[in-house]
């Protein structure tokens, strides 16, 4: 009787441990993945940030708006504040220097990863942050432009060079 119980018990722990060890694999939604791919003009990997690239594509050609923070009109603090407040689920300050200051740990452009804030200057106050950008991959940042709004740029870019200032992790 006891072998028999001992053998019952172990059939059926056996059981759940092999029940559980399931695994599934993880959802994607191609065809937004897809769609954003083709607004950022960049592949999207599976090992990306799906959910960065797919709210950064909803905000492609979003007019500039100076203190603006909805797709009706947004400046470039507003941008990284709402994407990382979708995506991270993280407040940032409002104005871009702020956002250096008091959100980042400094980061070189070399040690960039996705989801980094990339801080300019403008040439008067090379010391101070007037435009930032969140860094996706491939040396490439979706930011608002205040000529075209928003739209993805390159570090290679000869103004962005120029007017680097600093990576920043939050």
């Given at each position: 009787m006891k072998k028999l119980f001992f053998h019952l018990l172990t059939m059926g722990v056996l059981t759940v441990?092999?029940?559980?060890?399931?695994?599934?694999?993880?959802?994607?939604?191609?065809q937004?993945?897809?769609?954003?791919s083709i607004r950022l003009g960049m592949?999207?990997?599976?090992?990306?940030?799906?959910?960065?690239?797919?709210?950064?594509?909803?905000?492609?050609?979003?007019?500039?708006?100076?203190?603006?923070?909805?797709?009706?009109g947004i400046d470039c603090s507003g941008?990284?504040?709402?994407?990382?407040?979708?995506?991270?689920?993280?407040?940032l300050e409002r104005s871009s220097d702020d956002q250096r200051r008091k959100d980042c740990r400094k980061v070189s452009k070399a040690k960039l990863h996705e989801?980094?804030?990339?801080?300019?200057?403008?040439?008067?106050?090379?010391?101070?942050?007037?435009?930032?950008?969140?860094?996706?991959?491939?040396?490439k940042f979706i930011h608002a432009s205040t000529s075209r709004g928003v739209i993805i740029?390159?570090?290679d870019e000869d103004y962005y060079q120029k007017h680097w200032l600093s990576g920043g992790r939050p």
């Open positions: 441990l092999l029940a559980s060890c399931g695994t599934s694999a993880p959802h994607y939604d191609y937004e993945l897809a769609r954003a592949d999207i990997d599976m090992n990306d940030n799906h959910r960065l690239y797919v709210e950064s594509a909803q905000w492609i050609g979003v007019p500039y708006r100076g203190g603006g923070n909805t797709k009706r941008l990284t504040s709402q994407i990382y407040q979708k995506v991270y689920r993280k407040k989801g980094d804030l990339v801080f300019f200057h403008n040439g008067r106050k090379k010391r101070e942050a007037s435009h930032v950008g969140i860094y996706l991959k491939d040396r740029s390159s570090l």
